[in-house]
């Protein structure tokens, strides 16, 4: 971590992992194009959620299956680890094909869940009954973690049933086309509608990294899910089939995420920081290894062509994310040559390489298989990944001193011109039906009024008038915010940003070729999501524990080495 501002793109490698090494400075790391060109890695959520759940060997059971042959009923999944239990309350619902829909303002789904702290009794069942389907119109307490809810593939689950319940297998191809059975819409955690606060749980050894409890919902859906197409199946014919084995493991559970997910990432600086670090640590960790053998050279060889056998699968419409993908598997090819031409000296050497010679999209790829290897060297840094995000203002700093912060964490916008209108085209608001972030046109509609500080460039730019406007470079900052209290959260937002150098996002977040796609798919890696298929410029779909171990399969052994 970087503790001072006098030398904010280094960090010391710790003992025993090579030598010192610089970590890739935020100015290049937090571009949005970068961003948006991220990679599931050992350190992504859902891996974490794994890796613990195997080493500890969790016991997964289900004490409730209440499902009628119409698919109506509920369901209860139950994850123990060694000192509590987690239940995923399921609700399974008949929902007429034209009512299925991807949108937030969605009343009705497939399926409704909630993640109770504990083993549910009948009175818990009855009380979640009433208000998991309900979604945001109900209400849970604080003996629940998440909610959620999900929708059925239109493309793959009445293949999936009808297939099984001839006793066939469904068509693998189609399953490696959609991924998912079923895809979420949303999975609410830390406090939303009565569930219980992340502060409550956050000691816990389980649930210490982040969104640790949003990863075991989902775990337990794609569980339930493919529990209950087999039942279906069942319910239709008695000579119904289970799904075969590896086809049920490449099924994942889908998401569609929107806009609300885009604020997080400018929302929580000291937190973005905390992972961003992780991995880059991991990185340099990597890199500063000492020895490369041919033994090392065939086991990373032989991992790029596992995983280019995913990116061969990746499909999508969107015309940008189709270019990135043909630069991927481009890129894939020009690695595979490289690994190929002989001898290869040092992990540092592929890293330097790819950045000289690979897109974006190919180097943040290569970051993440050069993490993957290297379990034992990097896995620790999931423990340093949350944080205490409060953080004062220093009142006492001189106004000069923040100047020259301000100077150098938003060097990248110094020659903007605020005043011509692609710069501001777009405004952040709230919407006041859901209650949920949108992303309006500044120039178009009359939304002023109710804009967020979702901005950082942009209201840096006006602090930074208002200094030298003030031009006291030795008075303090508390007496500067005595006058001009306006300006109290993008200093607070900057003096947090001089000591974490990935607080920041690099880019002007209004700018008018802005893409929220990039942020959306920045945080989407984090959690370890794949497949990542843009259906516009602000919301995608993604797949989840496409490939991983189901709860029965789960083993130290298996956590880990389920990626292709």
Same mark, same amino acid.
């Given at each position: 971590?970087?503790?001072?501002?006098?030398?904010?793109?280094?960090?010391?490698?710790?003992?025993?992992?090579?030598?010192?090494?610089? $970590?890739? =400075?935020?100015?290049?790391?937090? /571009?949005?194009?970068?961003?948006?060109?991220?990679? =599931?890695?050992?350190?992504?959520? @859902?891996?974490?959620?794994?890796?613990?759940?195997? +080493?500890?060997?969790?016991?997964?059971?289900?004490?409730?299956?209440?499902?009628?042959?119409?698919?109506?009923?509920?369901?209860?999944?139950?994850?123990?680890?060694?000192?509590?239990?987690?239940?995923?309350?399921?609700?399974?619902?008949?929902?007429?094909? +034209?009512? /299925?829909?991807?949108?937030?303002?969605? *009343?009705?789904?497939?399926?409704?869940?909630?993640?109770?702290?504990? !083993? =549910?009794?009948?009175?818990?069942?009855?009380?979640?009954?009433?208000? !998991?389907? @309900?979604?945001?119109?109900?209400?849970?307490?604080?003996?629940?973690?998440?909610?959620?809810?999900?929708?059925?593939?239109?493309?793959?689950?009445?293949?999936?049933?009808? &297939?099984?319940?001839?006793?066939?297998?469904?068509?693998?191809?189609?399953?490696?086309?959609?991924?998912?059975?079923?895809?979420?819409?949303?999975?609410?955690?830390?406090?939303?509608?009565?569930?219980?606060?992340?502060?409550?749980?956050?000691?816990?050894?389980?649930?210490?990294?982040?969104?640790?409890?949003?990863?075991?919902?989902?775990? $337990?859906? /794609?569980?339930?899910?493919?529990?209950?197409?087999?039942?279906?199946?069942?319910?239709?014919?008695?000579?119904?089939?289970?799904?075969?084995?590896?086809?049920?493991?490449?099924?994942?559970?889908?998401?569609? *995420?929107? $806009?609300?997910? &885009?604020?997080?990432?400018?929302?929580?600086?000291?937190?973005?920081?905390?992972? !961003?670090?992780?991995?880059?640590?991991?990185?340099?960790?990597?890199?500063?290894?000492?020895?490369?053998?041919?033994?090392?050279?065939?086991?990373?060889?032989?991992?790029?062509?596992?995983?280019?056998?995913?990116?061969?699968?990746?499909?999508?419409?969107?015309?940008?994310?189709?270019?990135?993908?043909?630069?991927?598997?481009?890129?894939?090819?020009?690695?595979?040559?490289?690994?190929?031409?002989?001898?290869?000296?040092?992990?540092?050497?592929?890293?330097?390489? +790819?950045?000289?010679?690979?897109?974006?999209?190919?180097?943040?790829?290569?970051?993440?298989?050069?993490?993957?290897?290297?379990?034992?060297?990097?896995?620790?840094?999931?423990?340093?990944?949350?944080?205490?995000?409060?953080?004062?203002?220093?009142?006492?700093?001189?106004?000069?001193? $923040?100047?020259?912060?301000?100077?150098?964490?938003?060097?990248?916008?110094?020659?903007?011109?605020?005043?011509?209108?692609?710069?501001?085209?777009?405004?952040?608001?709230?919407?006041?039906?859901?209650?949920?972030?949108?992303?309006?046109?500044?120039?178009?509609?009359?939304?002023?009024?109710?804009?967020?500080?979702?901005?950082?460039?942009?209201?840096?730019?006006?602090?930074?008038?208002?200094?030298?406007?003030?031009?006291?470079?030795?008075?303090?900052?508390?007496?500067?915010?005595?006058?001009?209290?306006?300006?109290?959260?993008?200093?607070?937002?900057?003096?947090?940003?001089?000591?974490?150098?990935?607080?920041?996002?690099?880019?002007?977040?209004?700018?008018?070729?802005?893409?929220?796609?990039?942020?959306?798919?920045?945080?989407?890696?984090?959690?370890?999501?794949?497949?990542?298929?843009?259906?516009?410029?602000?919301?995608?779909?993604?797949?989840?524990?496409?490939?991983?171990?189901?709860?029965?399969?789960?083993?130290?052994?298996?956590?880990? /080495?389920?990626?292709?």
């Amino acid at each position: 971590m970087r503790d001072t501002p006098d030398s904010p793109n280094t960090s010391a490698v710790p003992s025993g992992a090579g030598a010192p090494q610089n $970590l890739r =400075p935020g100015s290049q790391v937090m /571009r949005l194009a970068r961003m948006g060109s991220s990679h =599931p890695h050992r350190l992504s959520f @859902l891996r974490i959620l794994l890796r613990r759940a195997g +080493a500890e060997r969790w016991r997964f059971s289900t004490p409730i299956w209440d499902i009628n042959a119409g698919g109506v009923g509920h369901a209860v999944l139950c994850a123990q680890t060694p000192e509590r239990t987690y239940s995923l309350v399921a609700f399974a619902h008949d929902l007429p094909d +034209a009512a /299925r829909s991807d949108r937030v303002i969605a *009343t009705a789904w497939d399926a409704t869940f909630a993640l109770f702290d504990g !083993v =549910p009794d009948a009175e818990d069942i009855a009380r979640l009954a009433a208000n !998991v389907p @309900l979604q945001e119109a109900g209400r849970v307490s604080e003996r629940e973690l998440t909610l959620s809810r999900a929708n059925r593939s239109v493309r793959l689950w009445e293949h999936v049933v009808e &297939a099984l319940a001839a006793g066939r297998q469904p068509d693998a191809a189609r399953i490696d086309e959609v991924g998912y059975l079923m895809r979420t819409t949303a999975v609410y955690g830390s406090g939303k509608f009565g569930a219980q606060d992340r502060a409550a749980i956050a000691a816990r050894p389980e649930c210490a990294a982040p969104f640790q409890v949003e990863m075991l919902t989902v775990y $337990l859906i /794609r569980a339930f899910v493919a529990d209950l197409v087999e039942h279906m199946a069942r319910a239709r014919s008695p000579g119904a089939v289970p799904l075969e084995r590896s086809l049920r493991q490449r099924l994942g559970i889908g998401n569609s *995420t929107g $806009l609300g997910m &885009a604020p997080f990432v400018i929302n929580h600086p000291a937190l973005i920081d905390r992972w !961003v670090t992780a991995r880059e640590t991991a990185l340099a960790r990597v890199r500063a290894l000492e020895g490369f053998s041919a033994t090392d050279q065939a086991a990373f060889g032989a991992l790029v062509t596992r995983a280019a056998g995913a990116v061969d699968r990746w499909q999508s419409a969107h015309p940008v994310q189709v270019e990135k993908i043909s630069a991927l598997k481009q890129d894939i090819a020009a690695l595979q040559g490289f690994l190929g031409a002989g001898p290869i000296v040092s992990w540092d050497a592929i890293a330097a390489w +790819a950045e000289e010679h690979l897109s974006l999209e190919g180097q943040e790829w290569t970051v993440a298989l050069l993490l993957e290897l290297q379990g034992p060297l990097v896995d620790d840094l999931a423990d340093s990944m949350a944080c205490d995000e409060d953080a004062p203002v220093d009142g006492g700093q001189a106004l000069g001193a $923040l100047a020259r912060e301000l100077a150098e964490t938003y060097a990248f916008c110094e020659t903007a011109d605020w005043d011509d209108p692609p710069e501001t085209a777009r405004i952040w608001y709230t919407s006041q039906e859901k209650l949920e972030p949108r992303l309006g046109e500044r120039h178009e509609e009359p939304l002023g009024a109710y804009e967020q500080p979702l901005q950082p460039a942009r209201d840096a730019a006006r602090l930074v008038a208002a200094l030298t406007a003030a031009g006291t470079p030795d008075a303090t900052v508390a007496e500067f915010l005595a006058r001009h209290p306006e300006h109290r959260h993008t200093v607070r937002r900057a003096q947090l940003a001089a000591r974490h150098d990935y607080a920041e996002v690099r880019d002007n977040t209004i700018h008018a070729q802005m893409l929220p796609i990039d942020l959306l798919r920045f945080k989407l890696a984090f959690f370890g999501a794949r497949a990542f298929d843009p259906r516009s410029d602000r919301w995608v779909r993604i797949t989840l524990f496409d490939g991983a171990p189901y709860p029965g399969d789960l083993t130290p052994e298996t956590a880990d /080495r389920w990626l292709n």
